[in-house]
């Protein structure tokens, strides 16, 4: 399937410390790309996003890496918080027949631990 | 601005019936997205409607439709229920749906299949 939910990938990180989070996405010629947060019985947040034409963004205490070569892109937290703990979706946004659709990662579990 | 809103957030259904559910995207978006959310799948794109069209679909049964009212509001309908539809079906709202523009999401319905 496109998008593959088993064996949800966990990371671990003490409060305070930086994260860093993988996706790797599967069309070249994507070109809009999207970091969701999604809490426990909530829909996935908006977190970041980042345009082919740039490697790299900032936003408040997150920055998304882009490296279109070997089709990668990373999500780095700073100074993680609690309320970081969540599950984390990377997503392709696709121009397919003249419409838009999101192609997701599998996801990451981020867990804070005190 | 309110975000995206869907009706109903929780819903019991058994194998055969058919439900209907409402998705009211953030004022002005015209672009609406519908995704399921399994464990076993994790995020797969249903469709996408835009000025009252159904512009992209997904790899998804024909018991699986939608539609779009002139206000950009949508439903979605799954008829002939199975154990496996069972899943949180997400709506998101962009502005035109160009695949350069971020999809917001509402929080979702919960359905469950006995």
């Known amino acids: 399937g496109e998008s593959v939910g088993l064996h949800l990938p966990t990371l671990s990180v003490q409060e305070g410390d930086n994260s860093i989070i993988n996706c790797a996405y599967s069309?070249?010629?994507?070109?809009?790309f999207i970091w969701y947060k999604q809490e426990s019985g909530k829909g996935p947040q908006f977190i970041i996003d980042?345009?082919?034409?740039?490697d790299k963004r900032q936003g408040q205490r997150v920055t998304v890496l882009l490296n279109k070569t070997v089709k990668h892109l990373s999500l780095q937290i700073a100074a993680t918080q609690p309320g970081d703990s969540a599950v984390y979706f990377c997503?392709?946004?696709?121009?397919?027949?003249?419409?838009?659709?999101?192609?997701f990662g599998q996801g990451t579990r981020l867990t804070i631990n005190p | 601005k309110a975000g995206v809103t869907q009706t109903p957030r929780y819903l019991i259904k058994t194998r055969g019936q058919q439900v209907t559910l409402s998705c009211s995207p953030i004022?002005?978006?015209?672009?609406v997205s519908w995704y399921q959310q399994t464990p076993g799948q994790g995020l797969q794109f249903l469709f996408e409607?835009?000025?009252?069209?159904?512009?992209n679909k997904g790899n998804f049964p024909g018991r699986f439709s939608g539609r779009q009212f002139s206000n950009s509001r949508s439903e979605m309908n799954v008829s002939t229920l199975e154990l496996g539809d069972s899943a949180l079906y997400l709506c998101?709202?962009?502005?035109?749906?160009?695949?350069?523009?971020?999809?917001?999401f509402g929080p979702g319905t919960r359905l469950l299949v006995l």
């Open positions: 998101a709202s962009s502005l035109m749906g160009t695949g350069k523009e971020t999809q917001y």
């Open positions: 069309n070249s010629a994507s070109d809009y």
């Open positions: 980042i345009r082919s034409n740039m």
């Open positions: 997503a392709e946004n696709i121009l397919y027949q003249g419409a838009q659709k999101l192609v």
């Open positions: 004022s002005g978006h015209r672009s």
């Open positions: 409607y835009f000025s009252e069209t159904q512009r």
